[in-house]
């Protein structure tokens, strides 16, 4: 019975990404067979089905982007909103990259061996990243469920298009003055250090910037989260600094902000 619900699924998941797919061609070289073959296997198909069952999501309409750890599908819940899903992909290799981010943060002291351990684990990690931030009331996508390896929140954009980020928008001073004030807010009202902030991480919606991609973000008791602290600080400011944005000094930020 659970391999007949399995196929019915995935061929229901893998006509929609056929006829709704947003790209023929996804970034980081994937196409949507490697994406089926590596996102959809059989124990995130029964995922997403038990999210379908558990009304979660109503149906998965596509792919919206790929990157090496992860892909962004466009759902749509029972209401008819949008909702984004990142699947992790326990297939890669480059998670073994994120061990830093989780050794020494003493929200996740068990980490067991093994590549799926680490994703599912990294899924967690990122969900209560967003749900610490979005209770201290910065602005990040809203989590919404977490199970194995999919994350589901709010999607930020319409359409199943996602909101242009810092890269590729027009930026203005309140950009930067707003950047630098979500690093202070992640610091002081949700106690953590993004850890991979720039210009990709960050949307720009007609309501001010949205930051996501946390699943890098450290508690402050991190033995590195300082150091994280200078380089997100360091990446934003040069980036604005190259728009031709006026910046404060970026060690001057950073005393401001630990003091």
Known sequence: MTDILSKKLESKIDNKLISKSKRKHLEDGFKKGKVVNEVLDKPTVMTLYKMITDHII??????VSAGKESV????????NVNVALKIYLVSTSNFKKREPYILGDPRFSNLKKGTKNLVYLWAKKEFRNLSQCHDAGIPVPNPRYITNNVLAMDFVGENGTPC??????QITKNDYDQAISIIQDLYHKAKLVHGDYSEYNIFKTDNG??????GSAVDLRHPNAQEFLKR?????TRFFNK?????EDPNTIFEDIVK
């Open 243 to 247: 728009r031709g944005i006026p910046v």
């Open 72 to 79: 962004l599908f466009w759902g749509v819940d029972d209401n």
């Open 164 to 169: 242009k980020t810092l890269l590729d928008s």
């Open 232 to 236: 997100d600080i360091n990446n934003i």
């Open 209 to 214: 910037l949205v930051v996501f991609d946390l």
């Open 58 to 63: 109503a149906y998965v309409n596509g792919s």
